[in-house]
């Protein structure tokens, strides 16, 4: 069980572990190009992570980036309040299985409760078994669609 690790909030200051858990993530999700082919520069990155709309969580073994979740806080108009969506989740293999994603996730339960944030909320995709069950445990399901559409004149 995961115990030794630690978990950490990332700043602007964070540039190297981000840049970690872009490579990790790549990784996890078998789409190195995008995640580590171009790596946005260090403005832009240490501008994002000093933002108060995004919030980046990594678990660390020593100075490894074993874990990384990454996601964005949604101001509301209907009401004076804001959700937390989970955009990227992923834990290396070798650490899988041992409470680091559920630990990370604690650490965002903690920090929404800190700023107020109604809810938090995440996708899976059907056949994704592993995390359909870590966020059964902390979650209530919803079967929804989600739609992909593309800005005007993009071409594929």
């Keep these: 069980m995961f115990s030794a690790m630690a978990i950490r909030v990332l700043c602007a200051d964070d540039l ?9 993530f790549g990784r996890a999700f078998d789409d190195e190009s995008t995640y580590s082919g171009r790596q946005p520069g260090d403005s832009y990155l240490r501008q994002l992570l000093g933002s108060p709309t995004f919030i980046a969580i990594c678990a660390l073994d020593g100075e490894e980036v ?7 806080v949604l101001p509301k108009f209907e009401q004076q ?5 989970i955009y990227d989740l ?6 899988r299985r041992q409470g680091i994603a559920a630990a990370m996730i604690r650490e965002l339960q903690r920090l929404a ?3 107020g944030f109604y809810a ?16 059964s445990k902390l979650g209530v399901r919803e079967d929804v ?12």
């Design 81 to 85: 309040r804001s959700e937390f969506y």
């Design 113 to 115: 409760a800190a700023r």
């Design 120 to 135: 938090i909320f995440v996708q899976a995709d059907h056949g994704d078994d592993p995390a359909i069950a870590l966020y």
């Design 145 to 156: 669609l989600h739609f992909d559409i593309e800005p005007a004149n993009q071409k594929k």
């Design 66 to 72: 074993v874990g990384g979740l990454a996601g964005y």
């Design 90 to 95: 992923a834990v290396s293999e070798h650490y």
């Design 16 to 24: 190297p572990l981000m840049r970690c858990m872009l490579d990790l």
